[in-house]
T-cell receptor, first 113, second 114 residues
Framework: DADVTQTPRNRITKTGKRIMLECSQT?????MYWYRQDPGLGLRLIYY???????NKGEISDGYSVSRQAQAKFSLSLESAIPNQTALYFC????????????FGPGTRLTVL | AQSVAQPEDQVNVAEGNPLTVKCTYS??????LFWYVQYPNRGLQFLLK??????LVKGSYGFEAEFNKSQTSFHLKKPSALVSDSALYFC????????????FGTGTRLLVSP
């Protein structure tokens, strides 16, 4: 969905490096999410945010942190990247409580060497 | 635990034939169920959802899904498959535990051959 953008689209980094993935949305939604996708595991929730002041851990938050700079921006950071964080990362927004549909960005493919 | 299961890693179908992608769920209370599709190098796109009402839900691109409470299933269907339907399909359920979040299945790859 072009209304949800992610940068970078691809990133290769080394173990121990700090990296930030950025997400922006023009949908005007309050709720935003970060997921990671691994083959055979589906999508798993890393962090979610109800609004700028409300940020919560998901099921796999260890090793990650987030920042909600504005309603439209939600960044995911890996403070010290490790190889098992190699994955496809998706940002999403939700129009809850309107229809409760989630809208996904195109994803960031991260490789940690 | 509330979850969805997609028992097939891959479904193969010939173009023009009907297709079914299976999903079963395990939730407490009334389920809110979703189907998403992921095309190569793209994010997930919403296809359809079941909240309440008619058990047959119609969605985007000619897809529909049938909610079956007794079998706890929400299978995705299309009467006539297209090669362009080839993609990864995810079933999801909304979990109402303080925060309404989606729990996704592991995905089913649909391959439609010409």
């Amino acid at each position: 969905d072009a209304d949800v953008t992610q940068t970078p689209r691809n990133r290769i980094t080394k173990t121990g490096k700090r990296i930030m993935l950025e997400c922006s949305q023009t949908k005007g939604h309050d709720r935003m999410y970060w997921y990671r996708q691994d083959p055979g595991l589906g999508l798993r929730l890393i962090y979610y945010s109800f609004d700028v002041k409300d940020i919560n851990k998901g099921e796999i938050s260890d090793g990650y942190s987030v920042s909600r700079q504005a309603q439209a921006k939600f960044s995911l950071s890996l403070e010290s990247a490790i190889p098992n964080q190699t994955a496809l990362y998706f940002c999403a927004t939700s129009d809850f409580p309107s229809t409760d549909t989630q809208y996904f960005g195109p994803g960031t493919r991260l490789t940690v060497l | 635990a509330q979850s969805v299961a997609q028992p097939e890693d891959q479904v193969n179908v010939a173009e023009g034939n009907p297709l079914t992608v299976k999903c079963t769920y395990s939730v407490s209370g009334n389920p809110y169920l979703f189907w998403y599709v992921q095309y190569p190098n793209r994010g997930l796109q919403f296809l359809l959802k079941y909240i309440t009402g008619d058990n047959l839900v119609k969605g985007s691109y000619g897809f529909e899904a049938e909610f079956n409470k007794s079998q706890t299933s929400f299978h995705l269907k299309k009467p006539s498959a297209l090669v362009s339907d080839s993609a990864l399909y995810f079933c999801a359920v909304r979990v109402n535990t303080g925060f309404q979040k989606l729990v996704f299945g592991t995905g089913t790859r649909l391959l439609v051959s010409p």
